[in-house]
Protein backbone atom coordinates (compact mmCIF):
# COMPACT_ATOMS: atom_id res chain seq x y z
CA UNK A 1 0.00 0.00 0.00
CA UNK A 2 2.81 2.16 0.62
CA UNK A 3 3.80 1.96 -2.90
CA UNK A 4 1.54 2.97 -4.36
CA UNK A 5 1.54 6.46 -3.22
CA UNK A 6 4.68 6.80 -4.48
CA UNK A 7 4.17 5.28 -7.72
CA UNK A 8 0.97 7.72 -7.94
CA UNK A 9 3.71 10.40 -7.53
CA UNK A 10 5.75 9.14 -9.90
CA UNK A 11 3.22 8.30 -12.80
CA UNK A 12 1.88 12.19 -11.86
CA UNK A 13 5.16 13.63 -12.34
CA UNK A 14 6.25 11.52 -15.97
CA UNK A 15 2.67 12.72 -16.89
CA UNK A 16 2.55 16.12 -15.82
CA UNK A 17 6.23 16.70 -17.41
CA UNK A 18 5.11 14.55 -20.39
CA UNK A 19 1.70 16.59 -21.06
CA UNK A 20 4.39 19.94 -20.87
CA UNK A 21 6.78 19.02 -23.46
CA UNK A 22 4.51 18.86 -26.48
CA UNK A 23 3.72 21.49 -29.05
CA UNK A 24 0.14 20.96 -28.30
CA UNK A 25 -0.43 21.03 -24.58
CA UNK A 26 -2.53 18.42 -23.42
CA UNK A 27 -4.61 19.82 -21.19
CA UNK A 28 -6.08 16.86 -19.63
CA UNK A 29 -2.83 15.10 -19.68
CA UNK A 30 -1.36 17.77 -17.36
CA UNK A 31 -4.39 18.00 -15.08
CA UNK A 32 -4.43 14.21 -14.62
CA UNK A 33 -0.35 13.91 -13.93
CA UNK A 34 -0.90 16.65 -10.80
CA UNK A 35 -4.17 15.13 -9.91
CA UNK A 36 -2.24 12.01 -9.51
CA UNK A 37 0.82 13.34 -7.92
CA UNK A 38 -1.33 15.43 -5.24
CA UNK A 39 -3.41 12.23 -4.29
CA UNK A 40 0.03 10.17 -3.80
CA UNK A 41 1.45 13.32 -1.95
CA UNK A 42 -1.64 13.67 0.47
CA UNK A 43 -1.57 10.06 1.05
CA UNK A 44 2.06 10.04 2.07
CA UNK A 45 1.64 13.61 4.08
CA UNK A 46 -1.34 11.31 6.27
CA UNK A 47 0.77 8.77 7.87
CA UNK A 48 3.47 11.39 8.84
CA UNK A 49 2.65 12.32 12.70
CA UNK A 50 1.95 16.02 13.71
CA UNK A 51 4.61 17.81 15.94
CA UNK A 52 2.13 19.92 16.85
CA UNK A 53 -0.03 16.71 18.46
CA UNK A 54 3.33 15.38 20.42
CA UNK A 55 3.80 18.69 21.90
CA UNK A 56 0.37 19.05 23.05
CA UNK A 57 0.47 15.51 24.54
CA UNK A 58 3.36 16.80 26.39
CA UNK A 59 2.18 20.25 27.59
CA UNK A 60 -0.99 18.39 28.88
CA UNK A 61 0.75 15.30 30.87
CA UNK A 62 2.69 18.36 32.60
CA UNK A 63 -0.28 20.54 33.26
CA UNK A 64 -1.40 17.36 35.05
CA UNK A 65 1.31 16.89 37.48
Known sequence: MKYL???FI???AFTAMY???G???NQFML???IVLLMI???RISKTIPSRNKHEND???EN???
Open 5 to 7: NYI
Open 10 to 12: IIG
Open 19 to 21: AKV
Open 23 to 25: EHE
Open 31 to 33: MGG
Open 40 to 42: GVY
Open 58 to 60: EHQ
Open 63 to 65: EDL
